[in-house]
C-alpha cells in the first residue's frame, strides 16, 4: 500500500511538471497536441496516399518532397522577419489557414505538377510554423518559462503523434481511398481547430517579442524588408545553429538509417524497428522536462550540446557492434544503443531551446528562430542520403565516422557560444 502511494506520488509530480501551467501555456499545450495529433495522422499515411490513392510514383514523391524541402528553407527567414514586423500570431494564424487549404489541395491533385505545387506550398507553412511557434512561445510565457514550456510542448507533441499515427494505421489498414482521403482531411480540419485556438488566446496586436518588451526600432529592424536578414550575417549564431542542427542527424539515424541497419546487417527482429520508434516516443515524454532544468542559460546549453555530442557518438559504437551476433545479443545491443541515443536526443532538444532564444536580440525572436531553423533543415534535406550512405553503405565503418562527428561537434559547441557572447559583449557597448 505504501509503495503504490509512492508510486502515485511520483507519477503526480510527473503530471505537474509535464502539465503546462493554467492560462497561455496551457493553451500553447493545447496548440501543440493538435498540431501533432494531425502531423501523425499526415506523416504515417502520407507515403500510402501519395503512391497508391493519387497514383504519384515514388521515386517522383521523394523529388517533389526534396525540392519543397528546398522551398521551405528558402522561405522561412523571410515569414520569420515578417513575424517580427506583424507578430507571431497574426502570421501563424495565416500560415494554420492555409495549411487547411493545401492539405484539402491535395485531395484534387490529378498529376505531377500539381502535386509538386502543393507539397511546395505545404513544405513552406510547415517549416516557417516551428519558428512561428517559438516566437510565440517567448512572447507569452516570458524568458524565464519559455526553455521549460518548450521541453512540455514537446512531451505533449510525442503524446499527440502516437495518437495520430495510430489513427492513420487503422486508416491504412482500412485500405481504402475513403479511409486514405479522411485522413488528408482530418489533417486540414485540425488546421482550422488550431485557428481557433489561437484566436481564443486573445493575443495582443503584436504579439510578439516586442509586444511583451519594446525595443528601440534600430535594434527591432534591420534595413531592408522581410528578405534581407541581419540574422543571416551574424556568423557565429548561424554556425551554432548549424552546429546544432547538425547534432539532430539522430533523427533520420533513428528513422531511416537504424531500420536499414536493423534488417540488412543485424539478426534482430524486423519488429523491433517499430519497437525501438516506441521506446524513443515514450522516454522522450517521460524526461524532456526534468533534462531541459540544465539548458535555461547559453552556457548550460552549450554544456548540454556538448553531453549530446557525447551521447550520440556513444550510442554509434554501441550500434556499431550490434551486427552477426544472433538475434538475442543483436537486440540487446541495439536496445542499449537506443537507450543511449535517447539520452543525446533529450539533452540535444534541451540544448536547441537554450541557445536559440537566449543568443536571439531582444525583438528579433522570429527572424532568428528562422535562421536557427536553417540548421533542423540541413539535417532534413542531407540527413537520409547520409544515413544510408555510411550505415548501409560503409557498416560498421560508417557507424564509427558518425561517432567521430556528433563527439566533435559536440565539443565545438561551448567555445562557440562563449565565443558569441564575448562578441556581443564588445559590439552592444559600442551601439548604445
Known sequence: MAEARRYGAVLRAWFRETLPAAGNARRLGVLTLIQSLGLGVFLTSSAVFFTRTIGIPAQRVGLALSVAGLCGLLCTVPIGRLADRLGAGRVLTANFLLAAVGFTAYCLVDGFAAFLAVACAIAVLETSAGALQASLTDALVGEAERVRVSAQMRSLFNLGFLGGAALA??????????????TVLANAALQLVSVAVLLGMRLPAGAGPQAAAPAPAPAAEAPGGVLRSAALRDVRYVVIALVCGALELYHPLLT???????????????????????LDTVLVLLFQVAVSK????????????????????????????????????DSVALLGGALVLVLGELYQASASWGLSFGLAPAGRQGEYQAVFSLGRGFQQFAGPWLMTSLVVGAAGTGWLVLAALFALLGLAAPPLVRGLEKARARTEPAAA
Open 294 to 329: 540544465g539548458a535555461r542559460t547559453p552556457a548550460g546549453a552549450a554544456r548540454m550540446l556538448r553531453w549530446a555530442g557525447w551521447a550520440l557518438g556513444a550510442s554509434c559504437l554501441v550500434f556499431a557492434v550490434s551486427g552477426g551476433h544472433g538475434a538475442l545479443l
Open 256 to 278: 531511416v538509417g537504424l531500420p536499414l541497419w536493423i534488417v540488412t546487417h543485424t539478426d534482430a527482429p524486423a519488429l523491433l524497428v517499430s519497437g525501438l520508434l516506441i
Open 169 to 182: 494505421g487503422a486508416a491504412i489498414a482500412a485500405g481504402t481511398s475513403t479511409a486514405l482521403y479522411a
